[in-house]
């Protein structure tokens, strides 16, 4: 099963925005892309109707793992990984997902821009989902993306202690901007091809 769904108000009981929609657009699995109603419900499978569920306090749906995507375009195209729910964060929207207590026992991907926000949202993530793995945010990715490289506008300078050895090296280099003037690599700039690799070394088969 893929899970899809959409940051927005987390209450006690459920994690509200953009509902599930069902996705029949093949593939075998269930899929679940964002629909434009706000619902509030307990439970939602693929049999719901449409609009009529979202992802509760509990367990929304049976996904071992979590993958917390920054940008839409990223998190529409993302490709089929079985037994994986994939989330929306928005960039620092992703503190909303600490009202879920489902989250930290599960396997938790985080996949951001290469830049200083993504990094600092990243951090943010591991203050409630300590073991929260990322992917495509190293300097390999970085440097390999040169041509699709664009300027952030005003990066952030603080120290960021929950990154782990390679993400604070490519942390620091934005920062001392050793590769230029406030770069940044915004994430559906990455070839998709290299995001097909990644998944493959991310979620393993078997």
Same mark, same amino acid.
């Given at each position: ?49 449409p609009g009529s569920c979202c992802a509760p306090a509990g367990i929304p749906f049976a996904a071992r793992t979590v993958v917390v995507v920054e940008n839409e375009v990223s998190y529409l195209a993302f490709p089929r990984v079985p037994g994986a729910a994939v989330v929306l964060g928005g960039g620092y929207a992703v503190s909303r997902l600490a009202a ?47 041509? %699709? ?9 603080? %120290? ?18 050793? %590769? ?27």
């Amino acid at each position: 099963m893929v899970g899809r769904v959409a940051t927005g108000t987390v209450g006690p009981g459920c994690l509200t925005g953009p509902a599930y929609e069902n996705d029949d657009r093949g593939g075998g699995d269930d899929r679940w892309t964002c629909s434009a109603a706000t619902t509030r419900s307990t439970s939602c499978s693929a049999g719901t109707p449409p609009g009529s569920c979202c992802a509760p306090a509990g367990i929304p749906f049976a996904a071992r793992t979590v993958v917390v995507v920054e940008n839409e375009v990223s998190y529409l195209a993302f490709p089929r990984v079985p037994g994986a729910a994939v989330v929306l964060g928005g960039g620092y929207a992703v503190s909303r997902l600490a009202a879920l207590p489902w989250l930290p026992d599960r396997d938790v991907v985080y996949w951001g821009d290469v830049d200083t926000h993504g990094f600092r949202a990243l951090d943010r993530l591991r203050r409630f989902a300590p073991a929260a793995r990322s992917m495509l945010m190293e300097l390999p990715t970085l440097l390999a993306h040169h041509a %699709h490289w664009s300027q952030e506008p005003v990066p952030v300078t603080e %120290h960021l202690a929950l990154l782990t050895t390679a993400e604070q090296a490519c942390y620091q280099a934005l920062l001392r901007g050793e %590769h230029g003037d406030r770069v940044r690599l915004e994430q559906e700039r990455i070839r998709f091809s290299a995001v097909e690799r990644a998944v493959d070394e991310v979620f393993p088969p078997g």
